[in-house]
């Protein structure tokens, strides 16, 4: 089980390291997007159940802003991805 899992790492990996670079800067560069994002909404959504008076407005907005970081990082790895089809393609 283990040495399957370590196959279809190692794929990803190497295909990954094939791709072009403006697709491959795509990725990566969404992904630090999302970690921001991400650990603002996080933050927020902390900061609204603990420390500050719970607030149903705020409470909404931290989690659709923690929504939106998922939806940023799916784009960015799917542009990537599509981007490096194309133009491989050409």
Request: net charge positive; aromatic share 14%; charged share 15%.
């Amino acid at each position: 089980m283990q040495s399957n899992l370590l196959k279809n790492i190692e794929k990803i990996l190497t295909a990954y390291a094939n791709m072009g670079k403006l697709p491959k800067a795509l990725i990566k560069y969404g992904s630090y997007v999302f970690f921001g994002i991400f650990a603002i909404g996080t933050l927020l959504v902390l900061l609204n159940n603990t420390l500050l008076p719970y607030n149903s407005y705020f409470d909404m907005v931290s989690k659709a802003i923690v929504i939106t970081s998922f939806t940023l990082a799916a784009e960015a790895i799917i542009g990537g991805l599509v981007m490096d089809f194309v133009f491989k393609k050409q």
